[in-house]
């Protein structure tokens, strides 16, 4: 089994910035993509940000220049860092992981982004 835990989410204002970190724990080999999705309000999941075990990154374009998202293949833990936060950011955010070899799809159970004034 996987588990992957959310940290980091909270209320900022507008132009604000937060860093979201998810840490991965149980029993696995290691992970090809990690990642970040998020949920708004009445909206579908969309994509964030990946990243590759290699590093190699892929970004929504909406959060292209604002957000970074990085990797510690040693703690199995990936990140989020969101600058210039907009209202339209809020939502849940959720991490994403695929396991090496078994390629299942693993998902925290995310973490609460508010951007408001």
């Known amino acids: 089994q996987v588990q992957l835990v959310e940290s980091g989410g909270g209320l900022v204002q507008p132009g604000g910035s937060l860093r979201l970190s998810c840490a991965a724990s149980?029993?696995?080999?290691?992970?090809?993509?990690m990642g970040w999705y998020r949920q708004a309000p009445g909206q579908e999941r969309e994509l964030v940000a990946t990243?590759?075990?290699?590093?190699?990154?892929n970004y929504a374009d909406s959060v292209k220049g604002r957000f970074t998202v990085s990797r510690d293949n040693a703690k199995n833990t990936v990140y989020v860092q969101m600058n210039s936060l907009k209202p339209d950011d809020t939502a849940v955010y959720y991490c994403?992981?695929?396991?090496?070899?078994?390629?299942?799809?693993?998902w925290g159970k995310g973490t609460l982004v508010t951007v408001s004034s």
């Open positions: 149980g029993t696995f080999l290691g992970f090809t993509t």
């Open positions: 994403y992981a695929r396991a090496v070899f078994t390629n299942m799809d693993y």
């Open positions: 990243i590759g075990s290699g590093g190699r990154t």
